[in-house]
Each structure stands twice: as C-alpha cells, then as structure tokens.
C-alpha cells in the first residue's frame, strides 16, 4: 500500500523559515514525479513545486519563485519543501503527491496524495 506523509508543518512568524517533508512508503520514489501543492481556506487546491525523477528539473508556482526549494533524497524515499521568507498569504494546507508521469506537472493529475500538513504564518 502506497503512502505519503507529510510533517513539518507548525506555527511561524512573518519572514520564518520551515521545512516540510514528505516520506513516502510502499513504493520508491525514485520512478515519481514529487509534487507539493496547498489549499487555503476557501480557496482551490493549488500548484506549488515539482520535483523530476533524478532532480533534474523543478517547476515551481510564480507565488513561491525564489522563496522555496523542492528536493529530493531517493536513497531515504523522501520529498522535501524548504520555505524561507514566510509570508500570511502562504498560510495552508501543504499536500505531496506522487505520480509516474503527470501532465503538467502543475496539475492535480497525481496518482497518489498524502493527508497534508498544517502550515501557519502570523503576521
């Protein structure tokens, strides 16, 4: 049985730093595209960064462009979201998915997803 969990998510303060990450059982990672993606209140699911199979590309959304890095460790089958420079508006529910070949890899087109993680910026 495929599963993703995500930690990492916790209350910060406006300009923070937090790193999530998103381990993965049931399968190896090292076939996927991992993908990170969010969902605030009231708001749709959306696109937030893409990892290649072997990390040799990353996509990332305009909103996060600069501020998060997504990588990857195949050898410990696990995804991870650095965040600096935390702002309120990045206040959501942080998903990971996985997918053999998903296209975009901005859409929602993931094959499998985990619960999510609660992240929580203060102004």
């Known amino acids: 049985q495929v599963q993703l969990v995500e930690s990492g998510g916790r209350l910060v303060q406006t300009g923070d730093s937090l790193r999530l990450s998103c381990a993965v059982s049931g399968y190896a990672i090292s076939s996927y595209v991992m993908g990170w993606f969010r969902q605030a209140p009231g708001k749709e699911r959306e696109f937030v960064a893409a990892?290649?199979?072997?990390?040799?590309?990353?996509e990332y959304s305009d909103s996060v462009k600069g501020r998060f890095t997504v990588s990857r460790s195949n050898a410990e089958n696990t995804a991870y979201l650095q965040m600096n420079t935390l702002k309120p508006e990045d206040t959501a529910i942080y998903y990971c998915?996985?997918?053999?070949?998903?296209?975009?890899?901005?859409?929602?087109?993931?094959?499998?997803w985990g619960q999510g993680t609660q992240v929580t910026v203060s102004s």
């Open positions: 990892i290649s199979y072997g990390a040799f590309l990353t």
């Open positions: 998915a996985a997918d053999v070949s998903p296209r975009p890899y901005t859409s929602l087109e993931y094959k499998h």
